[in-house]
């Protein structure tokens, strides 16, 4: 974390901006970054931001939480600041997470962070709705109690952040994460109470790794064995397993692990299918630029939602020029694949109400080193799903196991290398000579008996060579597919500075954040193409060009 800088922008900002999204959320000017408190209340989604309302850089002593609500995920109205430090010595309000606890009349607890005693301390705070009759929530208030939990022994007391929800165990008491570290031990530490007030640690982390660093926004919750439907936090039986995820700040991803959830021993704990060893081999909800994930139970579609801070890749600077900085992902439906071994993720549905202007293209054959412009549709705004039919897979050339590691395939000396299967794909936010785009590839390997694919979101050729302080990394991530089925396919919802890519599926995900020069509004394109040997055939595309969702003020938000 840094201090800001002043950095308020002018008042007329341009809401037309080239980078500025049509359908990602993101407030009209300044900093945001980590979703807080999704949840759906009487009728409306809820969704929290971290906010500097007083500039487009992040203010360790500025935060406040924005709020924003919707019918649909998708369009929004934004209300006032709904959390902001007014305890006494509290500075910055941090992140957090909602739990709703059911009955006649729910009740609604939101824990965060908040920063304290001369800017160094992190602890807990409650705050929870003034009037729950109001389907809006406006306006929250502070627990007298505040603040209700500081670091244990053990834990650094300014690494000591981000409660997750709260789930309620079989004893009826409830159990909180909170994110941690001490030295290059990360861990999340678990506390338990009866009333949301009075909280107990327990001794024992309940997961903890070396040489990670802290760990940040953890999240807990079971997910159904044999659904797609998701299922509240609280559930614990036969017909579910548990997912346990973590921000590693020292690695920007958010990994996830699957597994056992032990609550009926004298230490209660979370046993993992897969303990984290650090290498490529580990599942990550979004290998491209994806952070601070949250996560909720939708009570109104039986669904678990995940949304994600997409940071800037560009300067501080150029974050300040234009007034804003940050966006979040399209929230995603996820559930547990048929395998039990990793989850799938898919763009929610209300996102399709969007679409207009499809173009169809079917049984397309695409030769080696051919590439076909998809046409008639408005590339800068645009949800593209295309299915491909692989030719025989025998043909893939052969790695060795030890050779299998997707950022060394991303090198010169294997990417230099033409392909037999791939790389095959979509060329994004592209000008007409293409000198300008991000690539979205899959190229198919066989290693031992069994097959594998690289997907890649490359970024390198993603703005003119002229701008400068720019990220422009190779996002790469590597699966296994199975022989016995011949198709794979990719959908990407591209948005002026961003591509979502979702690989087979929904099995890999890959979000870009790009600032083209010359591949803007109109002068965007978008093309499929073939770079390997072999050929292979547009089983299917489909591509929507996408309408401008509705972000709007209901109160005096922006002074």
Sequence with gaps: MENIVEDAPPNNINLEQPYRTWYHFQPKKNWMNDPNGPMYYKGFYHFFYQHNPDGASFGVNKMVWGHSISKDLINWTHLNHAIEPTCAGETSCFSGSATIVPGEQPVIYMLYTGLINEKTHQVQYLAMPKDLSDPKLIEWIKHPQNPLMAAP????????????????????????????????????????????????????????????????????????????????????????????????????HDYYFIGKYVSDSDQEKFIPDEKFTGTWKELIFDYGNFYASKSFFDYAKNRRILWAWVLESDTKEDGIERGWAGLQTIPRKFWLDESGKRLLQWPIEELEQLRYNQINITRETLLSGSTLEVIGITASQADVEVLFELPDLESAEVLEPSEVDPQELCKEQYASIKGMIGPFGLQALASEDQTERTTISFRIYRVSDEY???????????????????????YATIFDIDPNVKTISLRSLIDRSIIESFGDGGKVVITSRVYPLLAIEKDAHLFVFNDGSQSVVISELNAWSMNQAEFENEQTYYG
Excluded at 194 to 220: K, L, Q, R, S
Excluded at 453 to 461: A, G, K
């Design 153 to 252: 022994n053990g834990v650094e007391v300014g690494e000591f952040r981000d409660p997750s929800t709260a789930w309620q165990g079989k004893d009826g008491k409830w159990r909180v994460l909170i994110g941690a570290r001490n030295g290059e031990q990360g861990k999340a530490i678990l506390y338990r109470s009866e009333d949301f007030v009075n909280w107990i640690v327990d001794p024992n982390p309940f997961y903890a790794t070396d040489g990670t660093g802290v760990c940040e926004c953890p999240d807990f919750f079971p997910v159904y064995i044999n659904s797609t439907n998701g299922v509240d936090t609280s559930v614990e039986n036969s017909s579910v397993r548990h997912v346990f995820k973590i921000s590693y700040l020292l690695r920007c």
């Design 452 to 474: 594998k694919c690289l997907m890649i979101s490359d970024q390198t050729r993603s703005s003119s060579s002229l701008r400068e302080g720019l990220e422009k990394p190779i």
